[in-house]
């Protein structure tokens, strides 16, 4: 097969399609129709794909460092502290949890029933070493608080840099 042969032309056997009206290359006709089906796809799913899963896949983690200690808090809204586990290996902490909804009404002759069931898993590495044994953590009204004491020779020493 020559070359020649594979490239559009009214005379060869790729012959140009009418769409709508103009005269078009027909893989032009099929890229346009995949950037319209890709561009669906996403206008489509996009909200739900916030809504229900990726907005609570990962809560809201702060993470604060002061001289002496690091500070997490986690924004857990819905969960109680039985269903969140907390773990340290060497300076990463790990935040996981489950969270089950049942929701029921019954009104007028009909019942309402919802479900929601969902779990997360969030890894914090630390920029420095930290004493795992001196970590504190507390749960309140949604919020995730945990403080952990930085190993006494990490501390960082601020250095000023001029600017030239």
Known sequence: MKLRNLLPSPSNRFKMTELRGERTNPFAVMQQEMNRLFEQLWDDYT???????????????????????????????GMDKKDVDISMDQNTLTIKGNKQQEKEEKRGGYTYQERAYGSFHRTIPFPCEVKSETAKASFKNGLLKIEIRKKPGTQQIKKKIEIQ
């Open 47 to 77: 909200p739900m794909a916030l809504q229900n899963g990726w907005k609570q896949s990962f809560p809201s983690v702060d993470v604060k460092e002061t001289e002496k200690t690091i500070a997490v808090t986690a924004e857990l809204p």
